[in-house]
């Protein structure tokens, strides 16, 4: 593969992706939204109310100040997210899901059935394999 005109091999046919398929394929799109580490499971925590930057430090086990502050304003920037920030002493900073997080939800509901039936059951290949969170998603 190349840079400019990635090629993947689907069968017996090659298959051309262009870059300006990324401008206009909506899943790599969506994909480029939710796919850092972390992300899916702060979309998780706002949805379920936890709103706060310190609950979801909490929250999210093993994530470190930086990399949640990173996230939710990646979140923020792509519009799935809004922060409001509240001028008191000390100063309160509220998240909140946007229209755009809240369709992202069921996404995060779907995944969840997918590693329930496939990757935690006995019928699935990761038969009692753990995502380390003990929570689930």
């Known amino acids: 593969m190349h840079a400019g005109n990635p090629t993947q091999q689907e069968g017996s046919e090659i298959v051309h992706h262009s870059t300006s398929d990324q401008d206009t394929c909506p899943v790599l799109k969506t994909a480029d939204i939710i796919s850092g580490k972390w992300t899916l499971l702060v979309l998780r925590d706002l949805s379920q109310g936890i709103n706060r930057f ?7 086990v ?8 990173e996230r939710l304003k990646s979140l923020e920037k792509a519009g799935v997210i809004t922060r409001t920030s509240y001028a008191e002493v000390p100063p309160r900073v509220e998240y909140a899901l946007t229209d755009r997080g809240v369709d992202l939800i069921p996404l995060i509901d779907h995944m969840r059935d997918y590693g329930t039936k496939w990757l935690m059951s006995a019928n699935g290949s990761g038969a009692g394999r753990s995502n380390g969170n003990s929570r689930g998603v």
Do not use: F, H
Request: no cysteine.
């Open 54 to 60: 310190s609950a979801l430090e909490r929250s999210l």
């Open 62 to 69: 093993g994530i470190s100040p930086k990399t949640l502050s």
